[in-house]
């Protein structure tokens, strides 16, 4: 498909930080802008679940949560678990004093982007299809354009760029923007570094509270994390588009492979995760009749993937190569999955971002020589809640990977003991629950 040969702006990669750019231009009032993607239509693959208060809140403002909100699971709680017991639980009702959105909304990130993607659709807007991105380079006769040059041979020229194209993100590599942890080299934190996360259904299916719809289960065990999300048959249609149709109930596994047990596959077959969730899960998702009387086995994986996680941070997220260069989602950072903090950022950095670009083109109308102080402010705000995420993440994971060995000879508890002895009593109080709840919601740092 042809391109046009101008636009404003350009928005590279169509998953939810950059269908959520466009849409939140259009409600700014900027139609000039085109939005591709290298891909020929949008993946399956669920990966992110969660939808948090402040990113619901941030999607109602430019109109589109409610189509979410019709097809996602309010999500009451999340838990933490021993193998054998509750250590404590977020409940998110509390929220209920500051939004009128008190949840987590459960949510495949397909089925996310295919509401976004069904959004923009009905407002005109087609992602153009597949359409790779090569060069970028300063446009001889105009300063402030850049002519961005596509694997096809085409060529736009785009006054402001929008790289949304994921954390091997080609326009941070073109524009020489660094990509690395904030806390500089040789800090992953290797023993919750590999993971691996697939939806699978169950033969026959399980039964326990775990099972249960509306609650995100976490479970720390052996210094591993094993998460464990009930999705019923709400995404069906969407999550086995591609396999065996079936009304069982869909279920996501996320969980840390030890380093000792080796790499995982890029995509795990049922044999490995089968034994994963023998080896991590829950008891009663065991197909170990010695953990599980009633017990159960995969029956069919519908998606699986396995990958390293580790944090990284853009060196700046907006820069100039004649047109105004920006970075949002996994291009601009990534972290680890753990707190589910990844879409939510993208989306609302995608956000702020158009109504900074909107009013930058506006005041652009009035004064072609206006400066860039609206664009770095954007930017040094976003760069500072990014940064805050990810030390967020960071103590997340440190707090998951305490290890149940005695800590030393003269002091024979382990640390993850201790924790899990705090959790106990700390989940009694409500004012802890809350401070927990408003920390994954978002709220306080939007």
Not at 38 to 59: D, F, K
Not at 224 to 245: C, E, V
Not at 263 to 270: L, S, T, V, W, Y
Not at 284 to 290: K, M
Request: aromatic content about 6%; glycine content about 8%; overall charge negative.
């Amino acid at each position: 498909m042809s391109l046009p040969e101008d636009t404003t702006v350009l928005i590279v990669g169509a998953g939810p930080a950059g269908l959520t750019a466009a849409l939140a231009l259009v409600h700014n009032g900027c139609h000039d802008f085109v939005i591709v993607d290298a891909v020929g239509e949008g993946s399956n693959s669920s990966r992110a679940v969660a939808i948090h208060c402040a990113t619901i809140e941030a999607l109602a403002s430019i109109g589109v949560a409610d189509g979410l909100l019709s097809q996602g699971i309010k999500g009451k709680s999340i838990r933490i678990l021993s193998r054998s017991s509750q250590l404590f639980e977020v409940k998110f009702d509390p929220l209920k004093k500051h939004s009128a959105h008190p949840y987590a909304l459960f949510i495949p990130q397909c089925v996310t982007e295919l509401v976004l993607l069904q959004k923009l659709q009905s407002l005109g807007v087609q992602v153009q299809r597949p359409h790779r991105v090569v060069g970028m380079k300063q446009n001889e006769r105009d300063s402030r354009v850049t002519d961005v040059s596509f694997e096809d041979g085409q060529v736009i020229r785009a006054r402001y760029v929008i790289g949304a194209d994921g954390a091997r993100s080609i326009v941070r590599t073109i524009a020489g923007i660094g990509f690395s942890d904030p806390e500089g080299p040789h800090t992953v934190n290797e023993e919750l570094a590999q993971m691996v996360s697939a939806d699978i259904t169950f033969e026959p299916e399980p039964v326990g509270p775990v099972t249960l719809e509306g609650h995100l289960n976490a479970e720390v065990f052996s210094g591993n994390l094993f998460i464990f999300l009930p999705f019923g048959n709400h995404f069906n249609a969407q999550l086995l588009r591609d396999g065996k149709p079936t009304k069982k109930s869909v279920f996501r596994i996320l969980c840390s492979i030890p380093i000792k047990n080796g790499e995982p596959p890029r995509a795990p077959p049922k044999e490995y995760i089968q034994n994963v969730v023998d080896a991590y899960g829950p008891a009663c998702i065991s197909s170990d009749p010695s953990l599980n009387p009633r017990p159960v086995k995969v029956d069919q994986l519908v998606w699986s993937t396995g990958f390293r996680t580790h944090s990284a941070i853009a060196d700046q997220i907006f820069t100039r190569l004649g047109a105004a260069i920006f970075l949002v989602g996994d291009a601009a950072h990534i972290h680890s999955p753990i707190g589910g903090q990844g879409m939510n950022l993208a989306i609302r950095d995608a956000i702020f971002l158009a109504e900074a670009v909107t009013k930058h083109i506006q005041a652009s109308a009035e004064n072609p020589d206006v400066d860039d102080d609206i664009l770095q402010e954007f930017a040094e705000a976003r760069h500072a809640r990014a940064l805050e995420v990810i030390g967020f993440t960071k103590t997340l994971l440190k707090l998951g990977n305490l290890p149940y060995d005695s800590y030393a000879w003269w002091m024979p508890v382990s640390l993850a003991s201790i924790r899990d002895l705090t959790l106990r009593i700390l989940g009694g109080f409500d004012f802890v629950q809350s401070k927990v709840a408003w920390g994954l919601s978002g709220l306080g740092r939007r």
